[in-house]
């Protein structure tokens, strides 16, 4: 099992910037992959930002260039750097990591951008 504790998430002004840090813990070795996703209220959770073990990289449309995802290895974390932030970025944010055969998920973190 892997838990993942998602945090950093706040009530941020129109062209604001927050970081969002997601701690895994537990069964970590061989996770491949992982992503940040959100969900506004009234819609499907969708994917924001995704890194896989190998470096590579895939961003959402309306995030690309404004957003950043990486990770640090020796404490377990990933980040997402959320920069020049908009009204409709608004949503609970959540963590994702993966194992070839299954995948985790944080508890969500709220990040509201007021305009």
């Known amino acids: 099992q892997v838990q993942l504790v998602e945090s950093g998430g706040g009530l941020v002004e129109t062209g604001g910037s927050l970081t969002l840090s997601c701690v895994a813990s537990g069964r970590i070795v061989g996770i491949n992959s992982l992503g940040w996703y959100r969900q506004a209220p009234g819609k499907e959770r969708e994917l924001v930002a995704t890194?896989?073990?190998?470096?590579?990289?895939n961003y959402a449309d309306s995030v690309k260039g404004r957003f950043t995802i990486s990770r640090d290895i020796a404490k377990n974390t990933a980040y997402l750097q959320m920069n020049s932030l908009k009204p409709e970025d608004t949503a609970v944010y959540y963590c994702?990591?993966?194992?070839?055969?299954?995948?985790?998920w944080g508890q969500g973190t709220q990040v509201t951008v007021s305009s």
């Open positions: 890194l896989t073990s190998g470096g590579n990289t």
């Open positions: 994702k990591m993966s194992h070839p055969w299954r995948a985790y």
